[in-house]
């Protein structure tokens, strides 16, 4: 096993014990910075190594303040990183805008120059396709070594036609339920301005959406779905639709351009995002052999849930040591 797999075998028993790194005792130092107008927080141990990660969250309302982030972030740090947790103004209100690529490229950089090292990405769901999308950009080329994907897409317009397609199907179990409930708050939340929300509609979506994760129960999501079935959100949610935006916030089509090494982690049972968006990632980059992937059941979403994939925990260590160095 390679140093950067024990490594990265360290950082997941820290991000399981999360608690140890989130009490007082913990040595890592916590501050926030903001450079180039980009806000991220900066995780770093007393000793550390010359290695920057930075760390994209996906659609999520507390952006980098998300608390699984926050573990995320502590774990790498006391596994001997300097960890930048970036916050993306775009994707902490369910809307997909170019100014959230621009900013992790630019933080990219900035950290890259200030360090005179090259730095990595670390993306989740929707924040890894935007995180690809970044590191094809030219200025980033020479800043950039690596990119470590969960749950990444491919095209965003195709990703929103299968949301879409799924919204429009009938739930039956639990995780249809929750995978349903989580589409409708979130076209709902970006169409908001189109649905004419009322002030109870909009505290319904943003506090369901802030709770979501850490809310097992479906009681209280079927509750806020009561409430806002009766809104046309497909439709509305279909008219905001830019196709020249999705594909300039989609990695589709730019991968040749990509000089760093990608590793691509997927759930092979996503519903939001489906694994093939990983799939057509590596096939773009296959040819030029810079890419890895690996599907697999332990991850639930873009998390470790299951022992079900225990087989494959080599190749995620070694996928993950390869990213953290």
């Avoid at 390679?2 to 130092?29: Q, Y």
């Avoid at 450079?35 to 900066?42: E, G, I, R």
């Avoid at 490229?105 to 090259?118: I, N, R």
């Avoid at 749950?151 to 199907?169: F, K």
């Amino acid at each position: 096993m390679t140093l950067g797999a024990l490594r990265a075998a360290r950082m997941l028993l820290g991000t399981f014990g999360s608690r140890l790194f989130a009490n007082g005792r913990s040595p890592i130092r916590k501050s926030t910075h903001t450079a180039c107008q980009v806000t991220f927080d900066w995780y770093e141990a007393s000793s550390t190594v010359q290695r920057i990660l930075i760390l994209v969250h996906g659609v999520t309302l507390l952006g980098k303040s998300d608390e699984r982030l926050q573990h995320f972030a502590r774990a790498l740090a006391a596994s001997g990183l300097r960890v930048a947790a970036i916050d993306l103004p775009g994707l902490k209100t369910c809307n997909f805008v170019t100014e959230d690529s621009e900013a992790i490229a630019t933080l990219t950089v900035e950290l890259a120059s200030k360090y005179q090292a090259p730095v990595g990405l670390v993306g989740f769901s929707f924040g890894a396709g935007l995180a690809l999308t970044a590191a094809c950009r030219a200025e980033v080329h020479g800043s950039l070594d690596q990119v470590l994907c969960f749950g990444a897409y491919h095209s965003l317009s195709a990703i929103w036609e299968h949301c879409l397609e799924l919204y429009r199907q009938e739930p039956q179990t639990y995780s249809e339920w929750n995978d349903f409930i989580y589409m409708m708050l979130v076209m709902a939340l970006s169409a908001k301005e189109r649905l004419n929300l009322n002030q109870t509609e909009q505290r319904t979506i943003v506090s369901t959406l802030e709770a979501y994760c850490k809310e097992p129960s479906l009681a209280s999501k079927r509750g806020a779905y009561e409430q806002l079935r009766h809104l046309p959100i497909v439709a509305a949610f279909s008219e905001t639709m830019d196709h020249e935006r999705n594909c300039q916030l989609s990695p589709a089509g730019k991968l040749a351009a990509l000089t760093a090494r990608v590793n691509l982690l997927h759930d092979n049972r996503d519903r939001v995002i489906p694994p093939q968006e990983s799939l057509r990632i590596f096939e773009e980059l296959r040819a030029g052999g810079r890419a890895r992937l690996l599907v697999t059941p332990l991850l639930s979403h873009i998390y470790l849930g299951s022992l079900r994939g225990v087989l494959d925990i080599p190749t995620l260590l070694s996928m993950l040591g390869e990213t953290i160095g």
